[in-house]
């Protein structure tokens, strides 16, 4: 049984928009779900504070990884590098490190979930810094779930989800995004949070699911 009332879940950047309905899913299945971010003080791109918090925290089942929804848009030419490495090291590095210092802790049967973008596989000017991001993040995912085996390792690729990253975009440029995208899609609409939970709990729950790329982005990718 994949969840029992000990079973231990760890959700990084659980704090907000996918990961917090990672972590509410999670805690219906049942035993406890700790939620991480700096809002509750862990900075993935601090490594050493990852160590320490894994170390601190002690046997764990499930780790999750949403953190870092931030990347800035321009051209490769247009960029500043700075800004781009600093994306990395939230989401790509902050995603290793947490692998590297969860791995010593996670019990047998146990997963390790991490999250891409449809832009890894989609050549869109002017997203190379999530494209690049993303399609690292994908291919380390495969090398970590046959080095961390019997570990399952698997990657949620979301489609545009209505989430908090966007809370800082003008209300109507918002709606118009989220209307005109589900327009274009093959599923008819945008995602939830909720929906993408959904992709988490499978990769979690499915014993046969390891180095797996789940693609839940209403057809993004065959559009
Ligand atoms: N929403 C979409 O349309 C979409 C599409 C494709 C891919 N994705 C991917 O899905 C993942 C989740 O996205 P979301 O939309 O749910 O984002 P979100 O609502 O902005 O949530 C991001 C979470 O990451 C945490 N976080 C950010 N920087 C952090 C840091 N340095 N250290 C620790 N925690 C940090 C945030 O909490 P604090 O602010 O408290 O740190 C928050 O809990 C991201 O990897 C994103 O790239 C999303």
């Known amino acids: 049984m994949t969840f029992t009332s000990d079973t231990k879940s760890i959700v990084i950047g659980g704090t907000s928009g996918i990961g917090k309905a990672v972590a509410?899913?999670?805690?219906?299945?049942?035993?406890s779900v700790?939620?991480?971010?700096?809002?509750?003080?862990?900075?993935?791109?601090?490594?050493t504070a990852i160590i320490a918090y894994f170390d601190a925290?002690?046997?764990v089942d499930h780790v999750i990884?949403?953190?870092?929804?931030?990347?800035?848009?321009?051209?490769?030419?247009?960029?500043?590098?700075?800004?781009?490495k600093r994306a990395f090291d939230t989401k790509f590095w902050g995603s290793v490190a947490v692998a590297k210092a969860?791995?010593?802790?996670?019990?047998?049967?146990?997963?390790?979930?991490?999250?891409?973008?449809?832009?890894?596989?989609?050549?869109?000017?002017?997203?190379?810094?999530?494209?690049?991001?993303?399609?690292?993040?994908?291919?380390?995912?495969?090398?970590?779930?046959?080095?961390?085996?019997?570990?399952?390792?698997?990657?949620?690729?979301?489609?545009?989800?209505?989430?908090?990253?966007y809370a800082g975009m003008d209300t109507a440029a918002r709606t118009?995004?989220?209307?005109?995208?589900?327009?274009?899609?093959?599923?008819?609409?945008?995602?939830?949070?909720?929906?993408?939970?959904l992709g988490y709990l499978f990769a979690i729950e499915n014993p046969f699911v390891t180095g797996a790329v789940i693609d839940i982005d209403g057809g993004a990718l065959i559009n």
């Open 34 to 47: 700790a939620v991480a971010s700096r809002s509750t003080g862990l900075d993935v791109a601090d490594e």
């Open 102 to 165: 969860a791995a010593k802790h996670i019990r047998r049967g146990g997963t390790i979930t991490l999250t891409s973008g449809f832009l890894a596989r989609r050549t869109v000017p002017g997203t190379y810094v999530k494209t690049a991001m993303n399609a690292a993040l994908e291919a380390t995912a495969k090398i970590l779930a046959k080095e961390l085996a019997p570990i399952r390792v698997n990657v949620v690729s979301p489609g545009l989800t209505d989430t908090e990253a």
């Open 176 to 197: 118009a995004m989220l209307q005109q995208t589900a327009a274009s899609l093959p599923a008819g609409k945008t995602g939830t949070p909720d929906d993408l939970a």
């Open 24 to 31: 509410a899913a999670l805690q219906s299945r049942g035993g």
């Open 57 to 59: 925290y002690g046997p």
């Open 65 to 84: 990884f949403t953190a870092g929804s931030a990347a800035p848009g321009g051209a490769v030419t247009d960029v500043a590098s700075e800004d781009a």
